[in-house]
T-cell receptor, first 121, second 110 residues
Framework: GAVVSQHPSWVICKSGTSVKIECRSL??????MFWYRQFPKQSLMLMAT?????????EQGVEKDKFLINHASLTLSTLTVTSAHPEDSSFYIC?????????????????FGPGTRLTVL | DAKTTQPPSMDCAEGRAANLPCNHS???????VYWYRQIHSQGPQYIIH???NNETNEMASLIITEDRKSSTLILPHATLRDTAVYYC???????????FGDGTTLTVKP
């Protein structure tokens, strides 16, 4: 199968600092990755679409200057939460798109990472 | 992407079949039905997907009605490890990104 990893799995930081979260596709190249946020007892909310070599596309209401996304290679996308505040505490999940899927079909498959738990004090 | 409606919670006895319904009455012709599940504090796990035909894999079966306005995910022999939030999503395959609804919390009881 296709594996997506995230690092770190959890992080605690002080208010006002910046935190970087990495998302890697371990055994496939992903030109497109997605970043989601999930608050306790809520569903996943799509934050942005990350495209290799170009600017990310942010969903409505997501501050692009606060959540910096860089997709510099075909296997790595990073999300940096700048000047983090307690309300940014959440579970951040990335996914990577495998075009053609595992069976090289016309169907694109999306594989999710294990998530990163961010706590801002 | 089309909106989906799922019951907020369901219980199932261990070893019995779990049938999870999903309504997607506004689905369009080129949208697939996907099912994912999320075990507490983990990333979503893909289960199965389909367009209009019923599908089966090693994890589950997917039954899609003829008018494609609803579907049912079937876990044939539920185990305690199947306790999770199950999400039904409809999306165009090339779009990739998924809009998650509230899902169904399935609790498998001994």
């Amino acid at each position: 199968g296709a594996v997506v990893s995230q690092h770190p799995s959890w992080v605690i930081c002080k208010s006002g600092t910046s935190v970087k979260i990495e998302c890697r596709s371990l055994d496939f190249q992903a030109t497109t990755m997605f970043w989601y946020r999930q608050f306790p007892k809520q569903s996943l909310m799509l934050m942005a679409t990350s495209n290799e070599g170009s600017k990310a596309t942010y969903e409505q209401g997501v501050e692009k200057d606060k959540f910096l996304i860089n997709h510099a290679s075909l296997t790595l996308s990073t999300l940096t939460v700048t000047s983090a505040h307690p309300e940014d505490s959440s579970f951040y999940i990335c996914s990577a798109l495998l075009r053609g899927g595992l069976a090289l079909s016309s169907y694109n498959e999306q594989f999710f990472g294990p998530g990163t738990r961010l706590t801002v004090l | 992407d089309a909106k989906t409606t799922q019951p907020p919670s369901m219980d199932c006895a261990e070893g019995r079949a779990a049938n999870l319904p999903c309504n997607h009455s506004t689905i369009s012709g080129n949208e697939y039905v996907y099912w994912y599940r999320q075990i507490h504090s983990q990333g979503p796990q893909y289960i199965i997907h389909g367009l209009k035909n019923n599908e089966t894999n090693e994890m589950a079966s997917l039954i899609i009605t003829e008018d494609r306005k609803s579907s049912t995910l079937i876990l044939p022999h539920a185990t305690l490890r199947d306790t999770a939030v199950y999400y039904c999503i409809v999306s165009q395959t090339n779009a990739g990104k998924s809009t998650f609804g509230d899902g169904t919390t399935l609790t498998v009881k001994p």
